[in-house]
């Protein structure tokens, strides 16, 4: 929907602006008007350059009521900041009750009109379409993502102004609504960032830091949008686990509209009184969400001050926020793990340079036992491993001395495929691992790797789980869901609580959402960033293919990793500067940003600490 789209008929003319090395161009037209014909579907506008800005025209005199509906659609997807042009095709009272802001519905295409619902006459003075489409999408109030099926049918109608004979919109649905593309162009995802509630999970003067993925418009300001919504507090799905360190009530001061870095790339935040009275650890905590949350945004942000009316409360620059708060992994992983063709536990240097195999100190690294998975604890301490029947899981530290204990889980699945999955470490030092057995299929937890585990309970759970990763953050984990032909990824919230005069928590994984709901078939997937995933699998009736995909379920920004054929297991670290390493049909191969496969070895089951 925009200047340079092709075709359809009842289009409104576009402005757009285009910045370039000549300086600012304005761009504008008008399309000729049809005076008769059914309404045509609103196309979907091709991805434009980031830097164009596309402006809706007006509605022009006497224009039709299929131009007006055309006209409206095309202004939601501009880029004017508070959809004012599109307000002058609604009356003046729906202008007033309707709120864009309360959500947006992405479609496969743009929206289209069913034109066999047309109800009333042209030469009458009320006239009500049917705004139609595939959804694919849905952004609330929070601007948070969620995927959506089926079919959307919204009802339009208009009416004749008596006085001055224009056709005007007096009832529409509420939100705005456009297609895939043009959500594309229009918004970018964001993370915005709190502290994760569970005391286990970092330290008092370390919290750890959890994304809180949201999507913002693109050209309309981002980084204050970004600011503003992170003073709002987290979306309604993180919320139960998270934390905010700015008191309540806390907002940009009065008659604050923008926020802009100087040209040293410190931004000034102004805050509300709310904000005045806190300590140098509380606001240092508030600086750096402020700034983990704007760091991918442009123009960049170095440094964060935060003020109070004329009282300097704190700053701090992107060189400490690790002095206020862990994000992602508390430290960058030393190896990257798999197993020889002698089942034995092997490591290489973590990066693009490490060639060279050798086996971890311990009984991992002897061969003793025939494995087939394996997990390394994040401070690449302690390992876990599933023999290579699947039926037992065995932990032992990554130390010189001592041999390989009793199994500390075992499974009592018929056959390999039914027994144990491969395990993982989340940050409190705690072990997550599925038990596929038909007759009792199970999630466990087994604290700090050992004791009896805790079930952990998933009231919406419908399949059985194939594969297990949890976060960095600790407080959310990623499911492989095997049911019947199909197999998906899922992303549950993780929820610990102390019942009064219980020993152990109750572990929970609530609010399963989908990630990946294009792909039929998951064959590997692992954590690939704050709330990005990478994740091979196979479309309905397509062949494997390799993406990232958002833990909210839309897709990132950016090319997809370079294909990889016969791909069975996956492992990628928190940062894009160390390689995604894989298991495939070549053996262990690694991935540097950028570039393509190179095999490095033969082994299997690769992973980095987690």
Known sequence: MGADREGGAGRSPMRVLAYGVCGVVLLSGCASMPDSGDVSGVDSTPRQDTQVRVFAMPPPDNALPSDIVSGFLEALTSDDPNYSTARQYLTKEASQAWRPGQSSTVLADGPGIDSNRLGGREDGNDLSFTLTGKKVARVDSQQAYSPASGVYNAPVHLTRDKKTNQWRIDRLPQGVVMGKSDFQRNYLPVNKYYFATNAAAGTASHPTAVADPVYVRRRVDPMTQMVRSLLNGPTNWLDPVVRTSFPTGTELQKGVNTLTP??????????????????????????????????????????????????????????????????????????????????????????????????????????????????????????????????????????????????????????????????SWDSHGDLWIADRDPDDPRLLLLEQGRGEPVVVKIPELDGRIQAVRVAADGVRVALVVAKGDKTSLVIGRIERRQETGEDRPTVSVLELRPASPELESVTAMSWAGDSRLVVAGREQGGVQTMRYVQADGSTPEGPAPAALSGIKEITAADSDSLPMVAYSEDGIVRLQSGAQWQKVTDGVAPVYPG
Do not use: W
């Open 262 to 423: 100087d040209d040293q790339n410190r931004l000034t935040v102004p805050l509300n009184a709310k904000a005045a009275k806190v300590g140098t650890h509380r606001c240092t905590e508030m600086a750096a969400q402020v700034l983990f949350t704007l760091q991918n945004l442009t123009p960049a942000v170095d440094e964060v001050e935060l003020r109070s009316g004329d009282e300097q409360l704190c700053s701090l620059s992107e060189d400490q926020p690790g002095a206020a708060a862990v994000r992602g992994t508390a430290r960058d992983p030393g190896y990257v793990y798999f197993l020889d063709d002698k089942s034995r536990l092997v490591r290489i240097a973590a990066g693009n340079n490490g060639t060279k195999a050798e086996p971890v100190p311990g009984a991992l690294g002897e061969g003793s036992r025939a494995l087939k998975s394996v997990a390394v604890s994040r401070d690449e301490d302690t390992g876990a491993a599933v023999s290579g029947d699947g039926k037992d899981l065995y932990v032992a530290p990554l130390a010189a001395v001592g041999s390989l204990a009793n199994p500390v889980l075992t499974s009592r699945g018929k056959t390999e495929k039914d027994r144990l999955t491969a395990p």
